[in-house]
Nanobody, 123 residues
């Protein structure tokens, strides 16, 4: 399984970006995919997750501003980020892993990771 993110960049506060993650086929029948971010000096944070049926979850700080979605036919995961804030500045990573009972936003539950794409939001 290989994951590759794209779409990061620099925007002003209030702006929008859409991240994409191209994924190879999974061996799992059901799976979780997620977006994580890590700012300098901070721990990696689970931003959003989606399961193979489309159920989603978000960290409180982005709920209502970010939307996770995926194109199953093309194996692409998206993260639409609106109303960006300076505190959203971080390296964003795409991740994938097996589905158990639900899709968490915990790093240890994910087996595969992309290289990351930088998002910088200026005030």
């Amino acid at each position: 399984v290989k994951l590759m993110e794209s779409g990061g960049g620099s925007v002003q506060a209030g702006g929008s970006l859409r991240l994409s993650c191209t994924a190879s086929e999974f061996t799992y029948k059901t799976y979780c995919m997620g977006w994580f971010r890590q700012a300098p000096g901070k721990e990696r944070e689970g931003v959003a997750a989606i399961d193979s049926d489309g159920a989603t979850s978000y960290v409180d700080s982005v709920r209502g501003r970010f939307t996770i979605s995926r194109d199953k036919a093309k194996n692409i995961l998206f993260l639409q980020m609106n109303t960006l804030k300076p505190e959203d500045t971080a390296m964003y990573y795409c991740a994938a892993g097996p589905f158990e009972d639900y899709c968490s936003r915990v790093s240890d539950d994910y087996n595969y990771w992309g290289q990351g794409t930088q998002v910088t939001v200026s005030s």
